[in-house]
């Protein structure tokens, strides 16, 4: 049944009664519109709710199957392309006799089904060749429908009432299909076919190929995705390819080219950065990474905040569009039906129907606690990196509205902790980056009462505030720099004396509204590494117990331990493995010099990247313990591709290297850099610094790691501790 796909809570998360592991899904996605098909090519919504083409989170078409006069073709091979922008189908006919009594045996034809996106259009060129030794009229089928459902049906909301699907306009080019949503915007899906058909409907485009033996046809059909009154005129399909890879080559240059002597590791890597490519889209204030397909290929501020720092040394002008997105989108006034404060920075943004008649409240929605404090985060590490004081001048208000927000809002109570408790009607319960209903709970499995401080956002919050304090310095507000470190000194004295638990040992998982702490081992601990915020001491018995069968599989550090009230390896949040989680983690360990255990953790998801398809990391998998011989346990409705799983690998080689890039200081520094045995060098190149550039080479050696400096241009000065 297609109910039993994909169940959601009124809080809106996905949960599964089914698995589409099974359907292993092929995905495309380019700026704002992006696609999930079959094996075949093909997009069929029963069952499989999450077919279809999409653009700002409505379906502009929900069925498009070829075959042959309603027979299906059988499937040969089925991939998309290294640069994962194109999906390449080769599919051969079964045995069958044409409507004109001509019968044609099993594997005498051959098609090549190829597809991309490109500018709110689908491409896709059928090209079909006869193998056989006469002349064939080949009834080849298309047929399509448009739903137009919003991605909020699909993922399970109920809506008491839908707009009009209007009628269908027929030529002999192609098909328009229509309908008028209750925001009163018309979508249009516009399908055009070359040549043109032979019989054409509302729902069907059929063609009778001659084909004579070895002779070879194609035929190009061009859906194009748009709104009223909207001009897109469609290019053709080898003009509309060629635009796609050169933006795509463009997009690929602005980051460092990394090599290593793994070639394992080098797919790993870059799957990764083409996953990272295809999640971009282009706005007036740069780039920015959407989260993930086919749930969240929307803006999400905390996603693409990590995303952002995770890459920062690799690719810093991520970083800068992020910024710049979201400063221009920064809440202005309280509006509790948005969960939206002055200064405090967005948490979501969808463009859809259901968005703007306000039926969800995500149109322009802020429920995250953390994406603030981690909105200031990336700004004062994007400076350090890249020396941008211009862009800091022009953030700075921003900046210091998100530090009043976290001062007032964000602390409504005074105790210098941020928390939070929703206002909005049908927002989110819980607003850290473990967003699911049940996970923020007590020792016992009861959920907790808000409002939430959470462990890692206090971490968050003293980072931003010590990085807050250097960007008043440069900016020569020196009064104001000493205010910002002396509320982080406090804090992080506050944070060890509320959040440490000497049975647990570690930092408990949140406070609540009593300030009762909430005894869980979590994955959340690992956070308080990456920000700084934990003592040594603390951090010594958190790295070790992270690194313990309780919470390491083997893929991983699971974000429970084994043993807590609600634990479970097939939970979203409560026992499952996500890659960034990890990432981060990775980057506390070396922060606090735990080199071999960060390497330990990027050794994990190395391996189990080798069990995945395209060497892709999802959203997330299953915390079971690593068996021998078997890949990690997919979770059944993870994001793939999702940018902040792809931006980990990023991450975790930076922290094992102890990787750090100073613009402001002109110096690249490495502090114990560690290498894996099975990664015996890696070699970056062109790493911007300032006014200058490095190229680096890392070996292992005996006793440790060597390091040669390949090429330098200007002032770059490279130190190793």
Same mark, same amino acid.
């Given at each position: 049944?297609?109910?039993?796909?994909?169940?959601?809570?009124?809080?809106?998360?996905?949960?599964?009664?089914?698995?589409?592991v099974?359907?292993?899904?092929?995905?495309?996605?380019?700026?704002?519109?992006?696609?999930?098909?079959?094996?075949?090519?093909?997009?069929?919504?029963?069952?499989?709710?999450?077919?279809?083409?999409?653009?700002?989170?409505?379906?502009?078409?929900?069925?498009?199957?070829?075959?042959?006069?309603?027979?299906?073709?059988?499937?040969?091979?089925?991939?998309?392309?290294?640069?994962?922008?194109?999906?390449?189908?080769?599919?051969?006919?079964?045995?069958?006799?044409?409507?004109?009594?001509?019968?044609?045996?099993?594997?005498?034809?051959?098609?090549?089904?190829?597809?991309?996106?490109?500018?709110?259009?689908?491409?896709?060129?059928i090209?079909?060749?006869?193998?056989?030794?006469?002349?064939?009229?080949?009834?080849?089928?298309?047929?399509?429908?448009a739903?137009?459902?919003?991605?909020?049906?699909?993922?399970?909301?109920?809506?008491?009432?839908?707009?009009?699907l209007?009628?269908?306009?027929?030529?002999?080019?192609?098909?328009?299909?229509?309908?008028?949503?209750?925001?009163?915007?018309e979508?249009?899906?516009?399908?055009?076919?070359?040549?043109?058909?032979?019989?054409?409907?509302?729902k069907?485009?059929?063609?009778?190929?001659?084909?004579?033996?070895?002779e070879?046809?194609?035929?190009e059909?061009?859906?194009?995705?748009?709104?009223?009154?909207?001009?897109?005129?469609?290019?053709?399909?080898q /003009?509309?390819?060629?635009?796609?890879? #050169? +933006? &795509?080559?463009?997009l690929?240059?602005?980051?460092?080219? *990394?090599?290593? =002597? %793994?070639?394992?590791?080098?797919?790993?890597?870059?799957?990764?950065?083409?996953d990272?490519?295809?999640m971009?889209?282009?706005?007036?204030?740069?780039?920015y990474?959407?989260?993930?397909?086919?749930?969240?290929?929307?803006?999400?501020?905390?996603?693409?905040?990590?995303?952002?720092?995770?890459?920062l040394?690799?690719?810093?002008?991520?970083?800068?569009?992020?910024?710049?997105?979201?400063?221009?989108?920064?809440?202005?006034?309280?509006?509790?039906?948005?969960?939206? /404060?002055?200064?405090?920075?967005?948490? #979501? +943004? &969808?463009?859809?129907?259901?968005?703007?008649t306000?039926? *969800?409240?995500? =149109? %322009?929605?802020?429920?995250?606690?953390?994406?603030?404090?981690?909105?200031?985060?990336?700004?004062?590490?994007?400076?350090?990196?890249?020396?941008?004081?211009?862009?800091?001048?022009?953030?700075?208000?921003?900046?210091?509205?998100?530090?009043?927000?976290?001062?007032?809002?964000?602390?409504?109570?005074?105790?210098?902790?941020?928390?939070?408790?929703?206002?909005?009607?049908?927002?989110?319960?819980?607003?850290?980056?473990?967003?699911?209903?049940?996970?923020?709970?007590?020792?016992?499995?009861?959920?907790?009462?808000?409002?939430?401080?959470?462990?890692?956002?206090?971490?968050?919050?003293?980072?931003?505030?010590?990085?807050?304090?250097?960007?008043?310095?440069?900016?020569?507000?020196?009064?104001?720099?000493a205010?910002?470190?002396?509320?982080?000194?406090?804090?992080?004295?506050?944070?060890?004396?509320?959040?440490?638990?000497?049975?647990?040992?570690?930092?408990?998982?949140?406070?609540?509204?009593?300030?009762?702490p909430?005894?869980?081992?979590?994955?959340?601990?690992?956070?308080?590494?990456?920000?700084?915020?934990?003592?040594?001491?603390?951090?010594e018995?958190?790295?070790?117990?992270?690194?313990?069968?309780?919470?390491?599989?083997?893929w991983?550090?699971r974000?429970?331990?084994e043993?807590?009230?609600?634990?479970?390896?097939?939970?979203?949040?409560?026992?499952s493995i996500?890659?960034?989680?990890?990432?981060?983690?990775?980057?506390?360990?070396?922060?606090?010099g735990?080199?071999?255990?960060?390497?330990?953790?990027?050794?994990?998801?190395?391996?189990?990247?080798?069990?995945?398809?395209?060497?892709?990391?999802?959203?997330?998998?299953?915390?079971?313990r690593?068996?021998?011989?078997?890949?990690?346990?997919?979770?059944?409705?993870?994001?793939?591709?999702?940018?902040?799983?792809?931006?980990?690998?990023?991450?975790?080689?930076?922290?094992?290297l102890?990787?750090?890039?100073d613009?402001?200081?002109?110096?690249?520094?490495?502090?114990?850099?560690?290498?894996?045995?099975w990664?015996?060098?890696?070699?970056?190149?062109?790493?911007q610094?300032?006014?200058?550039?490095?190229?680096?080479?890392?070996?292992?050696?005996?006793?440790?790691?060597?390091?040669?400096?390949?090429?330098?241009?200007?002032?770059v000065?490279?130190?190793?501790?």
């Amino acid at each position: 049944m297609a109910e039993d796909i994909i169940q959601i809570q009124d809080q809106y998360y996905i949960r599964a009664s089914a698995s589409l592991v099974e359907a292993r899904p092929h995905v495309l996605k380019q700026d704002n519109c992006f696609a999930v098909f079959d094996r075949l090519g093909n997009m069929r919504p029963l069952g499989i709710r999450d077919h279809g083409l999409f653009r700002d989170d409505t379906r502009f078409l929900s069925r498009l199957v070829l075959d042959l006069q309603g027979k299906q073709f059988l499937l040969l091979s089925s991939e998309v392309r290294e640069d994962k922008d194109i999906l390449a189908v080769d599919l051969t006919n079964p045995e069958f006799t044409t409507s004109k009594g001509q019968f044609i045996g099993q594997d005498t034809l051959h098609v090549l089904r190829t597809t991309f996106l490109w500018n709110n259009v689908a491409y896709e060129r059928i090209r079909i060749h006869n193998y056989g030794s006469e002349l064939f009229q080949v009834p080849l089928s298309l047929r399509f429908e448009a739903d137009f459902a919003d991605m909020f049906e699909i993922r399970g909301i109920r809506r008491s009432q839908r707009g009009q699907l209007l009628p269908a306009q027929v030529s002999s080019e192609g098909v328009t299909l229509r309908y008028r949503g209750l925001d009163g915007v018309e979508r249009q899906t516009r399908i055009l076919f070359s040549p043109a058909p032979d019989v054409v409907s509302e729902k069907l485009a059929q063609w009778w190929v001659p084909l004579a033996p070895q002779e070879e046809r194609d035929l190009e059909v061009r859906v194009v995705c748009s709104y009223g009154g909207e001009e897109i005129p469609p290019l053709s399909y080898q /003009e509309a390819l060629q635009a796609e890879r #050169e +933006q &795509r080559a463009v997009l690929r240059s602005l980051a460092h080219r *990394i090599d290593t =002597g %793994n070639a394992q590791f080098n797919e790993w890597l870059n799957a990764s950065r083409d996953d990272l490519v295809m999640m971009l889209a282009r706005t007036p204030y740069g780039l920015y990474p959407h989260a993930g397909v086919p749930w969240f290929a929307t803006v999400f501020g905390r996603d693409a905040l990590i995303t952002a720092l995770a890459t920062l040394w690799w690719f810093p002008d991520l970083a800068r569009g992020v910024l710049l997105y979201l400063a221009a989108h920064q809440a202005q006034e309280v509006d509790p039906s948005r969960d939206a /404060e002055p200064g405090k920075i967005l948490h #979501e +943004q &969808r463009y859809s129907e259901m968005a703007k008649t306000r039926e *969800i409240p995500f =149109g %322009n929605y802020f429920g995250s606690i953390d994406a603030t404090p981690l909105f200031v985060v990336l700004a004062g590490r994007y400076v350090r990196r890249s020396g941008d004081l211009e862009l800091l001048r022009q953030l700075w208000p921003n900046i210091e509205a998100a530090l009043s927000w976290m001062d007032t809002y964000g602390d409504p109570d005074g105790d210098g902790f941020l928390e939070y408790a929703g206002k909005a009607r049908r927002g989110l319960r819980n607003q850290g980056w473990k967003d699911s209903e049940d996970a923020i709970f007590y020792a016992d499995g009861s959920l907790a009462e808000p409002p939430i401080a959470l462990c890692e956002v206090q971490g968050y919050a003293y980072e931003a505030k010590l990085l807050a304090a250097e960007m008043a310095e440069l900016l020569g507000q020196q009064e104001r720099a000493a205010q910002l470190r002396q509320q982080a000194e406090k804090l992080q004295q506050r944070f060890w004396e509320q959040f440490w638990c000497e049975e647990l040992g570690g930092y408990v998982l949140a406070l609540d509204g009593r300030k009762q702490p909430c005894r869980v081992r979590s994955s959340n601990m690992g956070h308080c590494l990456f920000s700084g915020i934990a003592h040594a001491q603390h951090a010594e018995r958190i790295a070790r117990q992270l690194l313990e069968p309780a919470f390491f599989s083997g893929w991983g550090i699971r974000t429970l331990a084994e043993g807590e009230g609600r634990y479970n390896p097939m939970s979203y949040h409560n026992g499952s493995i996500w890659p960034h989680d990890n990432a981060l983690i990775a980057a506390g360990l070396s922060r606090y010099g735990y080199k071999a255990e960060a390497a330990q953790v990027l050794t994990a998801l190395f391996d189990a990247s080798q069990f995945l398809e395209l060497r892709r990391l999802p959203e997330l998998f299953c915390g079971f313990r690593r068996r021998q011989r078997e890949g990690p346990t997919l979770y059944p409705v993870a994001c793939l591709p999702q940018s902040w799983a792809a931006a980990s690998v990023f991450l975790l080689l930076q922290a094992c290297l102890g990787l750090e890039i100073d613009g402001l200081a002109q110096q690249v520094r490495l502090t114990q850099p560690t290498l894996p045995l099975w990664l015996p060098h890696v070699t970056l190149e062109n790493i911007q610094v300032g006014r200058g550039s490095l190229d680096i080479g890392l070996y292992l050696q005996a006793g440790g790691v060597g390091i040669n400096v390949l090429r330098s241009t200007g002032d770059v000065e490279l130190t190793v501790r």
